[in-house]
């Protein structure tokens, strides 16, 4: 592992759609909670993945 590595408990925080907006992708469709988004890989007519807002901070997903 480098140094520049994130802690699980770090990347948890990361908010998925904001982190892609400032990688350049923006969601071709919202639909609250979801944001759909094109491949980034590889040309498509329709949204290829989508991130739930509500999902994507990972406060709801750590395990109890």
Known sequence: MTACALACAEAIEIDLVDYLVKQGHQPQKISHPDNWYMSPS????????????????????VPE
């Open 42 to 61: 590889h040309d498509e007519r329709d949204s290829f993945f989508k991130v739930n807002r509500n999902r994507a901070l990972g406060t709801n997903m």
